[in-house]
């Protein structure tokens, strides 16, 4: 029994220095929004008792689960990407990224085909989440990935 003990302390400490790794590749004021949170990381493929959600922020905590088709660490990007949007988004900068889209989307989508289309059909916020969490994450999800959107996310 004691080295279920040992192998749980383990894995916390892993996941610990996960969490400090992703961080770490943020630029620091980013990087400020996360002080005072606790990350909590589940098994399930969506938060629990929601079906329709991978990761939620809630006052101090985020919660990420194990979704199928996403790595915890884009997850775990995408929920600071909501708190980037409502701290540094301003509303100049919500119209330059609302125009960049409507320049850019129709590429992506043909770069992508058209069963990707369904990915990219969400509102200007979820677009910059997903394209934030691609922008710093160790493994690009190349739906998201557009190097025009990354180069506007990182000059905030």
């Known amino acids: 029994m004691l080295n279920f003990y040992l192998l749980l302390e383990k894995m916390e400490t892993e996941e610990h220095k996960n969490i400090h790794a992703t961080l770490k590749r943020l630029p ?3 990087q400020k929004l996360m002080h005072g949170f606790k990350v909590k990381l589940t098994s399930n493929n969506t ?3 929601d079906d329709q959600h991978i990761g939620w922020i809630y006052k101090n905590k ?3 689960s194990a979704p199928w088709n996403y790595g915890r660490e884009m997850v775990f990007l995408h929920e600071i990407a909501h708190m980037v ?3 540094f988004m301003t509303s100049e900068l919500k119209k330059e ?3 960049l889209l409507k320049d850019t989307k129709p590429e992506q989508i043909k770069k992508n085909g058209t069963l990707r289309k369904k990915s990219l059909n969400q509102n200007d916020e979820e677009l910059f989440a997903m394209a934030y969490a691609v922008t ?3 493994h690009m999800l ?3 990935a557009n190097e025009q959107w990354q180069n506007f996310i ?3």
Do not use: A, Q, V
């Open 28 to 30: 620091l004021e980013h």
């Open 47 to 49: 938060i629990k008792n």
């Open 62 to 64: 985020i919660t990420i």
């Open 85 to 87: 949007w409502e701290k």
């Open 97 to 99: 990224w609302k125009k």
């Open 136 to 138: 710093y994450s160790r």
């Open 142 to 144: 190349m739906t998201y």
């Open 154 to 156: 990182k000059k905030l």
